[in-house]
């Protein structure tokens, strides 16, 4: 029963209301290139960790699938699945354990319409963000397409870190054609990597660690024009 009123507690709008703060809805590069940083370079653990372990552990009982329901309850579960689960269980096997679940969410959002209620970019970003997440050479093409519309559906301001993702996106196919799984797991999972997979580990360059860097032009002139 406690732990039913611990998970009870908390919302979709929670979930929403802390992973897209207020100076996510910037234009501004440099608060938009920080604010990435924060969601993708592990800037958001420890608030992660302290505040919502409780409603991972939900998730993972199934106690949350209601959330499904609707398209923005539906992102709120794919985030704690997907993005919550790298956070709290970070350095262990469990940080993948939620990726089919997280993955059969999106597809049943882009199956059912929910995709078309977000609201693009980042709500529909974080929404195809498990398709590259996954081993699957389908899912991954589904996550190139879905960050092509992006790019299209963004604005101006935007569209630079929009094409940053979709080239992301773009290697993490590459890497899954070359070796059929993300090799970066390899030692977490137990997995004997090949000799190519040791080649490639060795070199360090890998998709969801590069830079973010603006473009030159956004640089010298930080400020969108009004």
Known sequence: MILFQMSDNHRPEDILNFW???QSRSTDPAIVARQVEWWFRGGSDSDIIGRFEPVLAAAERGDLDH???SARSRLALVIVLDQ???S???GSARAYANDPKAVSLTLGGLENGHVTALQPPWEMLFFGVPL???ED????????QLMDRLVEMSSPELRWIM???AETAREHRDVIRLFGRHPHRNELLGRQSTTDELAYLAKGEFAHTRPIRRPQHLRDNPKPKE
């Open 163 to 165: 094409e940053y993702s």
């Open 137 to 144: 050479i389908g899912h991954q093409d589904l996550s190139v």
């Open 20 to 22: 897209y703060p207020p």
């Open 67 to 69: 959330w499904s329901r």
């Open 132 to 134: 590259g997440h996954s």
């Open 88 to 90: 709290i269980h970070r």
């Open 84 to 86: 919550f689960s790298r």
